[in-house]
């Protein structure tokens, strides 16, 4: 079972990226999956949260309208699309994923069973 992230990269303040998380060893569609991610010097902290069909989609107080996560069913991924960065977006973003269907609002890390090796994302003038 594993979780491969991708998609980070060095961008302007104001700009955009999509990053993706792609399974393998097992059906992502089926799991609740989120992003997390870790600044230098920080904790690991949830940025949203996306179930497998039904439920709520959750997502931190500082990215909302400015982050989406969805779901690709047909090539089994979710991407997380993010616009107008910030610095302080700045971080090793990671995707995880929960054996259950929906997602809690309260991002606890041990609530999450397998984790992909994190993807950086710079943002930078």
């Known amino acids: 079972v594993q979780l491969q992230a991708s998609g980070g990269g060095l961008v302007q303040p104001g700009g955009s990226l999509r990053l993706s998380c792609a399974a393998s060893g097992f059906t992502l569609k089926y799991y609740a999956l989120a992003w997390f991610r870790q600044a230098p010097g920080k904790e690991r902290e949830g940025v949203a949260c996306i179930p497998a069909r039904t439920g709520s989609t959750f997502y931190r107080e500082s990215v909302k309208g400015r982050f989406t996560i969805s779901r690709d069913n047909a090539s089994d991924t979710v991407h997380l699309q993010m616009s107008s960065l910030k610095p302080e977006d700045t971080a090793v973003y990671y995707c995880?994923?929960?054996?259950?269907?929906?997602?809690?609002?309260?991002?606890?890390?041990?609530?999450?069973?397998?984790w992909g090796q994190g993807t950086l994302v710079t943002v930078s003038s």
């Open positions: 995880a994923t929960r054996w259950v269907s929906g997602c809690t609002s309260s991002f606890k890390i041990n609530e999450y069973d397998y």
